[in-house]
């Protein structure tokens, strides 16, 4: 009875061996694996770095290019003719004429005619002052008096009365103006001298001006009118030919 108990006992020992050894040959990391090929792993690995340093190159050029439309690099000719359009202004800005002095031509003609408009303003401002302040104290006295004329008056020919105090009120808001007016055509002045310096310097130095202008005016020989089908004694006649070069 031992005998065979222990016989069967071995016997399912030796089934169980055996089951066990069947699953474990049917695991999914024993089945052999298709073996990758090193060559084609090496070539996928030396395309991915070769994109990738071109994706850098390409982000360097890109980056260049940016800065180069960026920053623009002035050679020291156009440097040099900015300044010298640029200086007479300047300076007339400073100096009412200095900058045509600087551009040269015709300075000679425009300097006293610059200065020639400052002082006709200066006298226009005297003027219009002048007239303000003398009428400006004789309206405050006609107000502060009734109306009465002072006894200083540089206009006795005016009388007295409420309209005559009205009237010289009126003639003073009008001095008043033209003071004020004159001052700021001064001020304009000033700045179309200026502004006249900067347009000579430009023409001179940015563009070409040179002595090629020409406006010509000559005879010339013109065709006749008429039709084609007639006979014309002179097919031409004399004319007046206008020629401008720029």
């Known amino acids: 009875m031992n005998r065979l108990l222990i016989i069967l006992l071995v016997a399912l020992v030796s089934a169980g061996a055996l089951y066990a050894q069947e699953t474990d040959s049917l695991r999914h990391d024993s089945i052999p ?6 060559v084609s792993a090496a070539a996928a690995d030396t395309i991915a770095a070769e994109t990738r340093k071109e994706r850098r190159e390409r982000e360097k050029r890109e980056r260049e290019a940016a800065e180069q439309e960026q920053v623009v690099f002035k050679d020291s000719a156009r440097l040099a003719l900015e300044a010298l359009s640029n200086r007479p202004w300047k300076r007339s800005l400073m100096v009412p004429g200095w900058g045509q002095i600087t551009n040269g031509g015709w300075w000679w003609a425009k300097v006293p005619v610059i200065y020639g408009g400052f002082v006709s303003a200066v006298l226009i401002f005297e003027f219009n002052n002048r007239y303000y302040h003398d009428i400006l104290g004789e309206v405050q006295y006609r107000i502060n008096n009734n109306h009465a004329i002072p006894p200083d008056t540089k206009y006795p020919q005016l009388g007295t009365g409420s309209q005559i105090t009205d009237y010289m009120i ?5 001095y008043r ?4 007016l004159t001052i700021l055509v001064t001020l304009g002045w000033w700045g179309l001298q200026t502004v ?9 130095h940015r563009w070409e001006i040179g002595d090629d202008l020409a406006f010509n005016i000559g005879p010339t020989l013109l065709a006749s009118p008429g039709s084609s089908w007639t006979y014309q004694a002179q097919p031409y006649t004399i004319g007046v030919k206008v020629g401008v070069r720029f």
């Open 196 to 204: 006249e310096a900067y347009v000579n310097s430009m023409l001179k």
């Open 170 to 174: 009126t003639a003073k808001d009008y």
């Open 33 to 38: 694996k298709p073996a990758v090929d090193s």
């Open 177 to 180: 103006r033209n003071r004020d």
